[in-house]
């Protein structure tokens, strides 16, 4: 039986890494019949939207999408592609787990989990500017927004997540001391479902600039952290820089009615079109989707696949050092699957 999935190759380097993953996801055999659909620029070019309408649509019936990244053009009052598919489809929770896959780095065995909330905090953009003498933009406000209802969500998502991975440890992380209504609320909520664990997974809260310092000193430490939208965006890219940089980091944005898959790096319009791309992280979003839709011994295979390719074969990006292209480094992870 196949299993109906959008997919959005997407912009920069995204139609390159989704070309190598889709390479190696053949070669698992993983179950997924995909619905093409455009975003981001390719979006723009067609219809004049980065979200057109048949892409949401398509995620509406299949309630799964793989996708690359989408360029969200500054200027022209779009706003990002990103956040509106979140809001569209109640994708509350960001899921991104970073673990040490290339050894002789700064740290070792780095395994840590960031549930991050999707949809509240400063990233709804209620943002306006004040006018003073004959400056229109002298003072910029902005007001963020968090509920107790979506904090006790996301903060249960990151128990529940740790309950079913077997993981010691949830760590709330906030800036209550500041921010007393918006990360207090966090806060308040946040420990109170963490004693609905009590006894079977621990709880801890650290405020962000010191868990941001304590990340790099001893990373061993953490294990689960759940966070607000804005300190997550800051902490999962952080996470990434332990483990060998936004190239080996994958996302999963989750909600009731669908889940979406993707690298937490952006469309690298850097280094574009030049099939130099790690195309890892997207590997590692798809292989989250796998165990998503239980294809869990899928995902394993892959996930050991790529492990004996970076450490056996050493085939590596050149983000990790290597010299190896996109599509070679999938070409190698498909042989090591082969075997
Ligand atoms: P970026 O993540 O695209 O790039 C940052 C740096 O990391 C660049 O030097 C890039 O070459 C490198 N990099 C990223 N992914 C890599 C990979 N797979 N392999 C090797 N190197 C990699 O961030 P940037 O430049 O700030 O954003 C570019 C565009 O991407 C913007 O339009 C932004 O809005 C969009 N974006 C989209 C996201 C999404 O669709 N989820 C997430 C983040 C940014
Ligand atoms: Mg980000």
């Known amino acids: 039986t196949t299993i109906p999935a959008t997919l959005i190759p997407g912009d920069g380097i995204g139609p390159e890494i989704m070309e190598a993953v889709l390479a190696v996801l053949e070669a698992a055999g993983a179950p997924f019949a995909w619905d093409r659909q455009q975003g981001g620029m390719a979006g723009i070019e067609q219809g004049g939207d980065p979200l057109p309408q048949a892409t949401l649509d398509s995620i509406a019936r299949t309630r799964l999408a793989l996708k690359g990244p989408l360029t969200t053009p ?50 709804v953009a209620f943002e306006h500017y004040i006018a003073v003498g004959d400056d229109p933009r002298a003072v910029a406000i902005s007001q963020g927004v968090n509920t107790r209802t979506e904090c006790e969500r996301i903060v249960r998502f990151a128990f529940g997540y740790a309950v079913r991975h077997g993981r010691r440890k949830v760590t709330l992380v906030h ?109 590692l979003a798809a292989c989250l989707m796998l165990d998503h839709v239980n294809e869990g011994a899928k995902a394993t295979a892959i996930r050991d696949a790529i492990a004996l390719t970076l450490e056996t074969d050493r085939v590596r990006t050149r983000d990790l050092g290597g010299e190896a292209s996109t599509m070679e480094f999938a070409a190698a992870v498909v042989r090591r699957l082969d075997k």
């Open 175 to 283: 800036k209550a001391n500041v921010l007393k209504a918006l990360t207090g609320l966090f806060l308040e909520a946040g420990r109170k479902v963490a004693k609905e664990y009590e006894g079977r997974v621990a709880c801890d809260d650290r405020i962000v600039d010191a868990c941001a310092m304590q990340l790099v000193l001893k990373p061993e430490q953490f294990d689960v952290i759940v966070t607000t939208n804005l300190f997550g965006d800051i902490l999962s890219d952080q996470l990434a820089g332990l483990v060998g940089g936004l190239g080996m980091a994958p996302g999963a944005n989750i909600g009731p009615d669908a889940a979406v898959f993707e690298a937490v790096h952006g469309s690298a319009p850097d280094i574009a079109g030049k099939g130099i791309a790690n195309p890892l992280a997207l590997l």
């Open 74 to 123: 500054v200027g022209g009052g779009f706003r990002s592609v990103n956040v509106r598919m979140r809001e569209a489809f109640g994708l509350y929770a960001n899921l991104r787990p970073v673990r040490t896959m290339v050894k002789g780095g700064r740290y070792e065995d780095i395994d840590i989990v960031l549930v991050r909330e999707n949809l509240e905090g400063l990233y």
